[in-house]
């Protein structure tokens, strides 16, 4: 059993790393997440695991750090806020396209533009759909508690090192700021170079051994076919991680006859909604996806032929919709209910639309 | 004597670095980029340090820079080559990193990253490349471009108030702290490519006794895009480059105070 602790969301994202044996982090500072790197510089785990972190001169440079690390075979990680997302786009797109585990987590605030520095979910798009250039995924993990932030550090790096492909927490400014208990994980030693070279010494790049042909990292190639090839090998790994990787949970589902779909600290609000909802007679489920990317279609699709309508909360203008949409069908309705500008639903005002936008409706 | 005589291993004086590849050079005829590369490869392997280092090419000619010397290699975007080798050199410190950049890719859209690399002293060695020219993507002005040269994009030629000024990147890392050689080389004539074979063994040096980033700028020629021969190319470089990339070592901190920087008068 684990330690067991009061911490905010953002200090436990430094403290897993830590624990999980993390190589590096490279990051900038940003509101609301800029107690990452002040608990890991104030940690110094450079002194107690030998964890290099580092202050880069922009989100820009920082993820292009992951990359150079990444690339010889470390376990790296960077963290941001929205508008520094946008920064790491192209590095992100370089990650993906060179094959490269890391961690990336973003807690996000309100958009477009500098928004707000208060919690939103409008980067739903920009996570699982692109944000960078070219035909690339990314695997998304939305944490709902402060536990989450925990664990999904550790299962963040292990699917990223699975499938060679970057991996992202989506969360924001809600579980990045709020603190609740956490049982910390074990440490875990971080690899030696010996161990990286016995893992990872078919792609790493940290000096060619005597033993091994010298290895190239990059996401370049000018022959068309070969070119094509690599994006059906990227297809081929995403298609995979949708067969095995994912993540969601269904609460009061197997009587429901309304569904409410939500994501990250929607779903905490969500929660106490179908219990508002039960309250009042209604039955209402929920289904909180947790992988983003690859995203429970089939959950979803299985709850469409169940329920009478699905309700979409989400801390934005209707991003995950979309993908509901698509799982579900035509049969049923799938509406949708957002706050924007950092306003964070109650569970009330989820409940009236519920009963305002499908039941009465 | 016949000719078997003569072409024998006893009589070899000079070759092929056993680190560059057999691939076919994809640079222009009259590019500076494959003395370049050659250098590279001996110094690599006089050093004998071809399995510890890491090589980080740019966006530019030089991307396929991979292609043709025989060690680790990452491909970096345009102008993160210093963050890419900063990632590499910071989780891995007992290897030797250096990124190869042109002028584009480091006086323009890298000048960040490369700034603060070098402010912080990354133990590394940058390898910078100034034709003062964008060569693939055909030749478009470059931040390196002398006034009045005629490019892709400054047909009547680099005019200040539309285009601003040439910029000497190479001056201003000079400046930092975190640098400990910076020197400005060329590769034009037999005795300047031994001269800065010597620049980029003692920055490998430097970068290897952790003593920081080192900067070698090597002043080229891009014939192609400058619409000359190669011949003409070298002579336009010294007539015209050389007055204002004023050939030299603008900073060693092995015989001066590492803080000292004197600017080299043009």
Redesign the interface.
Known sequence: MGELRLMKGNEVIAEAAIRCGC??Y?GYPITPQSEVMETLMDREPWNETGM?V?Q???E???I?????????G?K?MTSSSSPGISLMA??IS?LAG?ELPCLIVNVQRGGPGLGTIQPSQADYWQSTKGGGHGDYRLIVLAPSSVQEMNDFVELGFKLAFKYRNPAMILTDGVIGQMMEKVVLADYIPRLT?EEINEKYGSW???????NRQ???????EMDSVRMENNNLRLQEKYARMEEEDVLFEEIQCEDAEYLLVAFGSSSRICQKAVDQAREKGIKVGLLRPISLFPFPKKPIAVLAKQVKGMLVVEMNAGQMIEDVQLAAGCSIPVKHFGRMGGIIPSPGEVVEALEQKLIGG | MELKDIINPNNLVYEKPKLLTENTMHYCPGCSHGVIHRLLAEVIEDMGI?????G?SPVGCA?FA?NYI????????HG?AP??????????PD??VFTYQGDGDLASIGT??I??ACNRGENMVVIFVNNGIYGMTGGQMAPTTLLGQITATTPNGRDAGRNGYPLRITELIAQLPGTSYVTRQSVHTPATIRKCKKAITKAFQAAIDKKGTSFVEIVSTCNMNWKMTPVKANEWMVENMFPFYVPGDLKDSSKNDPESYTPLKN
Not at chain 1, 64 to 72: E, F, I, L, P, W
Not at chain 2, 70 to 77: F, G, L, T, V
Not at chain 2, 83 to 92: H, L, P, Q, S, Y
Request: negative net charge; charged residues 25%; without cysteine.
């Open positions: 190589d590096g490279f290099v580092l880069a001169e922009s820009i440079a920082s292009h750090m992951v990359h150079g690390a990444a690339g010889s470390k790296v192209e590095g370089y060179a170079d790493v790049t940290n000096g060619r051994k005597h010298r290895n190239i990292i990059t996401s370049l | 071809q399995d510890k280092t890491i980080v991307v991979y025989e060690i680790d290699w990452q491909e970096a975007a993160r963050a890419v080798a900063t990632g590499i050199v910071r989780t891995n290897k030797v960040a990253e700034m603060h």
